[in-house]
């Protein structure tokens, strides 16, 4: 058995410390984040259980579903309609009937908190990531309208066999697309309300 000399070890040895210390592994981390840290990090969802806070709540009452709670915290993204027009901005603050967004001011070069009541919200929009099902709601009616062409260019006529396929295709989508990002206009089945955390 023959030893390998000294001077071929050190120079590998010192090679890998430096690499590990380059990618950040180390024995210790340096510091150590607190529980309000963690939270932070996150999302506003989580830094609202730091503290007690006020929220909004979409109460949504299906005829087939049933009960349905959506939360919005301060800090999420908030897509509405209200006073005619629509809103898609991160909720700044929320009173007990009022609720604020920023809303960017062009000529002042600097965001505005614009508040509205409660009852001046007619729609609230969800978008939801479903796995698989928002995906399919935009490939399907693409993968129809490509079958369509395809059918289209290969026989150099429209083949009446061809639009039930198409159409359950982007029917389908629809339906899907649907499912991922509905919509509720605020009545008595579906109410938005400011509730507490404690």
């Known amino acids: ?4 000399p000294v001077r071929f070890l050190l120079p590998l040895l010192l090679t890998g410390c430096l690499a590990l210390t380059a990618t950040g592994l180390m ?3 340096t510091d150590t984040l607190t529980t309000e840290q963690l939270l932070q990090r996150k999302g506003a969802s989580y ?8 929220y909004l709540a979409l ?9 349905r709670r959506h939360r919005f915290f301060q800090g999420t993204e908030i897509h509405f309609k209200a006073r005619g027009e629509k809103y898609r901005e991160q909720l700044y603050d929320v009173s007990d009937s009022t609720f604020s967004i920023l809303v ?24 939801r990531r479903i796995p698989f099902v928002t995906a399919a709601g935009t490939m399907l009616p693409i993968a129809g309208v490509v079958y369509f062409a395809a059918g289209v260019i290969n026989s150099g006529q429209i083949d009446p066999t ?11 989508g629809g ?18 309300r400011v509730l507490r955390t404690y």
């Open 104 to 127: 960017a001011n062009e000529v002042m070069n600097r965001d505005e908190p614009v508040t509205f009541r409660l009852d001046e919200v007619q729609r609230i929009y969800i978008h």
């Open 175 to 192: 339906i899907f697309q649907q499912l991922s990002n509905p919509r509720y206009r605020i009545n008595k089945n579906h109410r938005l």
């Open 59 to 67: 109460d949504v009452n299906h005829a087939l579903g049933g009960f």
């Open 1 to 4: 058995m023959q030893l390998v």
């Open 27 to 29: 024995a210790q981390p």
């Open 47 to 54: 830094t609202a259980l730091i503290r007690p806070s006020r």
């Open 162 to 172: 061809l639009l039930p396929v198409t159409g359950i295709l982007a029917m389908s």
